[in-house]
């Protein structure tokens, strides 16, 4: 069964960068046909997809976020990342990763929660 | 890349069935047959039941079944169980290897 972890600070000051690991267990974070994505809620908000990675290196973002998302991944780790520049309150969110095949997001990790305040 | 529209809740007793829309545009719902849906519980993560509109992941009960027509699609909960009482997002590919969400709907169980 296939298992995603969040990891990162918790709190983030207004202006700086946010920034996640998603640990990937119980399969491969090379596999062909796949990718690995972020996805965020704000408190009591609904889901707002960020955008994801190929294995390869290969990225695609939200057109709204592109200028402050970059996301990452190490496969020798078996991580991939998630940094957002130049945060305000509005980024205060749960922090999802999730696994993508080309249809859809079909397994998602538990969530963390940042927040953006000074 | 806006969020498709659901309406923001829908009730029904034990054993009635609800419906749920997701609204959307040509470069969304209508566009790609890449619809699916997520029941998410307080505090936890969302989970997949619908895929490619009607396509059930294995586990999710058969009370549930997705359909779509033009940029409309629906999710539909048969059967209401206390267990269905979640908030239901769907999403849809938007092309260039993006997603949008819908905003949302409160299912309560009566």
């Known amino acids: 069964q296939l298992q995603l972890q969040e990891s990162g600070p918790g709190l983030v000051k207004p202006s700086e960068t946010l920034s996640l690991t998603c640990t990937v267990s119980?399969?491969?974070?090379?596999?062909?046909?796949?990718?690995w994505g972020w996805i965020r809620q704000p408190p009591e908000k609904g889901l707002e997809w960020i955008g994801s990675?190929?294995?390869?290196?290969?990225?695609y973002y939200k057109p709204s976020l592109k200028s402050r998302v970059t996301i990452s991944v190490d496969t020798s780790k078996s991580q991939f990342s998630l940094k957002l520049g130049s945060v305000t309150a509005a980024d205060t969110a749960v922090y999802y990763c999730?696994?993508?095949?080309?249809?859809?997001?079909?397994?998602w990790g538990q969530g963390t929660l940042v927040t953006v305040s000074s | 890349q806006s969020a498709l529209t659901q309406p923001p809740s829908a009730s029904g007793s034990p054993g009635q069935s609800v419906t749920i829309s997701c609204t959307g545009t040509s470069s969304d719902v209508g566009g790609y047959n890449y619809v699916s849906w997520y029941q998410q519980h307080p505090g936890k993560a969302p989970k997949l039941m619908i895929y490619?509109?009607?396509k059930r992941p294995s586990g999710v009960p058969d009370r549930l079944s997705g359909s779509k027509s033009g940029n409309t699609a629906s999710l539909t909960v048969s059967g209401l169980q206390a267990e269905d009482e979640a908030d239901y997002y769907c999403?849809?590919?938007?092309?260039?290897?993006?997603?949008?969400f819908g905003t949302g709907t409160k299912v309560t169980v009566l």
């Open positions: 119980g399969g491969s974070i090379s596999s062909s046909s796949y990718f």
């Open positions: 999730a696994h993508l095949t080309a249809v859809t997001i079909d397994y």
């Open positions: 990675i190929y294995h390869s290196g290969t990225t």
């Open positions: 490619e509109v009607s």
């Open positions: 999403s849809s590919y938007a092309g260039s290897n993006n997603y949008v």
